[in-house]
């Protein structure tokens, strides 16, 4: 199968579509060998990535935290003049909200100290780069969808770090991509669905939080729309999470509904009583327009979810 048919079926499976006629194959005629460098190739994003095959694997320079530390500026320039690559792909974070709380210092070191080692090596060697933020950057007090024009007022360590990240990107590079997602699943990693999961097996008796909302977003999906992104060269902020938005409580009914798990016994909390080092901002939906209108439309969150959990959990 060529690459240019596997894309073609990754569109139609996933139902993206196109605002202008012709736009699909302007695309595809741009596409090139574009050299990828990924770092924190071990999060969830970068193995979603390479599972959908969305670039050539000849093309992606997989860097796990063993091979580079972000936070080893030496190691950093080295690599990135050693492989000028046309675009980094910055995946490596502190990124659950609970350790970065514990740990501030340590969030700042790797999420501005190591983006900042990223972006000056982009900046040398002309390198894109495509970051990924987070819904926490924003203070939840909005009562609609967050666009990439609400100003960010972060209020936990997760998200003020990742902003300073971001403001650095915006003031040293011309080539960026920020993008903003939320409530990152995928079977890789033990996130939100599998505590619940678990817990619900366990105990057969949980708490859920019924006032935090987001957009949660299969990490798969968010794979194909970086994909586009990038090869429309539209440099700038985005948001891109699943359509629609959730609160936690929701979310899980939805994953037992689909599973057809019963009897669980469910007890709804308020955010303010949740005990937690990291306490996340209530509302933070994003606003997925500004994609949108470029014809990059993520699915439904209920419907990926649908999708996650018939292929795994
Ligand atoms: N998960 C979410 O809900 C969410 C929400 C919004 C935004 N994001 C952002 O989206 C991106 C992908 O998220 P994800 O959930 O796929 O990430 P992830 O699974 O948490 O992976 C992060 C990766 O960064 C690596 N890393 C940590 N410190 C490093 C260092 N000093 N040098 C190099 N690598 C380092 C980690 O390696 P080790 O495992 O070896 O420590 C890990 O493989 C991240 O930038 C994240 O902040 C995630």
């Known amino acids: 199968m060529n690459n240019d048919y596997q894309l073609y079926k990754l569109y139609e499976l996933y139902n993206f579509r196109t605002q202008a006629s012709g736009r699909f194959l302007n695309i595809m005629n741009n596409k090139k060998n574009m050299r990828i460098l990924i770092t924190g190739a071990n999060s969830q994003l970068a193995k979603s990535i390479l599972e959908l095959e969305v670039f050539p694997k000849e093309n992606l320079f997989l860097a796990s935290k063993n091979t580079l530390d972000i936070t080893n500026r030496k190691k950093v320039f080295k690599l990135i003049s050693k492989l000028k690559p046309e675009i980094v792909f910055h995946f490596a974070s502190m990124t659950r909200g ?75 590079l011309t080539k960026f991509y920020i993008v903003r997602t939320s409530w990152l699943y995928s079977k890789w990693s033990s996130n939100f669905l599998h505590a619940v999961f678990s817990k619900a097996r366990e105990n ?24 586009k992104l990038i090869f429309l060269k539209k440099y700038g902020i985005y948001h891109l999470s699943n359509a629609g938005n959730v609160s936690r409580l929701a979310f899980a009914k939805k994953a037992f509904e689909i599973k057809n798990i019963k009897n669980i016994k469910i007890i709804p909390i308020k955010l303010e009583n949740y005990l937690r080092l990291s306490k996340p901002p209530l509302f933070t939906a994003l606003d997925n327009n500004k994609a949108k209108r470029l014809g990059i439309i993520l699915p439904n969150w209920k419907s990926a979810l649908k999708r996650f959990l018939n292929s795994k959990v």
Do not use: H, Q, W
Request: net charge negative; with cysteine; aromatic share 8%.
């Open 204 to 227: 057969r008796e949980i708490e859920l939080v019924e006032d935090e909302i987001g957009s949660p977003t299969y990490s798969l999906d968010l794979a194909v729309a970086i994909k």
């Open 98 to 172: 609970d350790e970065c709380a514990k740990d501030p210092k340590k969030a700042y070191l790797i999420n501005v100290t190591g983006t900042k080692n990223v972006v000056d090596a982009c900046k040398i060697y002309m390198s894109s780069i495509l970051f990924i933020s987070t819904n926490e950057v924003f203070d939840g007090k909005k009562k609609a969808p967050y666009t990439e024009n609400d100003k960010p007022n972060p209020v936990t360590v997760v998200g003020s770090t990742k902003y300073d990240a971001e403001k650095y990107i915006k003031k040293n």
